[in-house]
């Protein structure tokens, strides 16, 4: 008898063997796939729809993703229901945020996004898999699911992100980040994603992307511009971030400011408006001032985005979901960001930079009504 359950124990480990090695691969050699996919990658396109939770109602947006090796890059991000897109591109002459529509171009020198994860960024995604020794791995269907840190982002609130992979191909499916209290901060669901795209010579191109000829995906391969001329985008790690906007060709008509609060919960305990707003002048442009005070104090700004910008300044260059802004460090630092045609500079010599960055995107969800 006793044979017999010894022989019965061993055949069914061999059979657990046999299942294991016929069966799908584990979060080790999967790791070393994603190695080899990121080493040998050209390029990519992918699509779909991000959702932003740090107001009290979702933000959905159309992102579109461009990536051509070395280091060319375009993030287009809609927020359909305003019907307002904004370009994040980078190419050898820098980053540059664009909005069409209001022909407004920023440009920041900077090393982004190399040092700042990107949620809807593939290089982002397989790198936060590979660091994290301590990932948590599974299966969904046809989907490799990896619980992994969100240690590589900006936002203080990001802890950790789920990431969804196709089993066939590692392309990326769906991407869900939550904060300390498992509460879901951004998600992002995966349209479409094509390895090996080839892009149009304008793709990347700042004028074509601001209204002349469409950029877009094309049989002919090779990114060429006039940003092919100047130097390399890793010559250009000095961290500085220009509000010099790129001279426009036709100026947008100038609006009056439409006062934009900062979403109630989004604000520190103990903050809370000190005064109604009021108008300010800052040399050629008019605006309005909001003053908070209590656990922190800090002044938010909001003026006509103006058609020229000459200050050149040190900073950041900080990714805010729906856009990219810039922020100041210092005594007092500032965090300036454009949207809808207004710019908005929150100012502060003590609020964390959490703190900025979720103010700033609270602001986002009444921008515009």
Avoid at 126 to 143: C, L, T, Y
Avoid at 227 to 246: F, I, L, M, R, W
Avoid at 309 to 331: P, R, S
Wanted: charged letters at 20%.
């Amino acid at each position: 008898m006793r044979r017999r359950i010894t022989w019965i124990a061993a055949l069914a480990l061999l059979m657990t063997f046999v299942l294991a090695g016929c069966g799908g691969k584990n979060a080790d050699s999967i790791v070393k796939d994603l190695d080899k996919v990121v080493s040998k990658m050209e390029s990519y396109q992918g699509s779909g729809t991000m959702t932003l939770h740090t107001g009290q109602q979702p933000q959905k947006y159309k992102v579109e993703v461009w990536y051509q090796k070395p280091d060319y890059y375009r993030i287009s991000l809609t927020n359909e229901k305003r019907d307002i897109t904004q370009i994040v591109l980078r190419n050898n002459e820098g980053v540059f945020v664009l909005t069409p529509q209001l022909n407004k171009s920023y440009r920041f020198q900077s090393d982004w996004p190399k040092n700042q994860g990107q949620v809807y960024l593939y290089q982002t995604l397989v790198q936060s898999i590979v660091m994290d020794n301590s990932r948590q791995f599974a299966e969904d269907k046809d989907a490799y699911v990896f619980d992994v840190m969100a240690a590589n982002y900006q936002n203080g609130s990001f802890a950790r992100q789920k990431i969804w992979l196709d089993q066939d191909n590692y392309k990326p499916l769906r991407v869900e980040v939550t904060d300390t209290s498992a509460h879901t901060m951004v998600e992002v669901n995966f349209d479409s994603f094509e390895f090996g795209t080839k892009f149009d010579n304008s793709a990347f191109d700042m004028n074509q992307n601001m209204g002349g000829q469409k950029a877009k995906p094309s049989d002919s391969a090779q990114p060429s511009s006039s940003a092919d001329k100047a130097n390399s985008p890793d010559a250009s790690k000095d961290n500085q971030t220009s509000g010099q906007e790129v001279d426009p060709t036709t100026a947008a008509p100038q609006a009056s400011v439409t006062i934009v609060e900062p979403d109630p919960e989004a604000l520190p305990v103990g903050v809370q408006l000190l005064e109604q707003p009021t108008d300010v002048q800052l040399g050629e442009s008019t605006g309005v001032m909001l003053r908070y005070s209590g656990a922190y104090d800090f002044t938010i700004l909001e003026m006509v985005s103006r058609d020229q910008a000459v200050t050149l300044m040190k900073g950041l260059a900080i990714d805010l979901g729906f856009t990219m802004g810039h922020l100041t460090q210092g005594e007092t630092r500032t965090l300036t960001w454009t949207y809808n045609g207004t710019e908005y500079r929150l100012i502060s010599s003590d609020l964390e930079q959490a703190d900025m960055v979720k103010i700033a995107q609270s602001m986002e969800e009444t921008s515009g009504k």
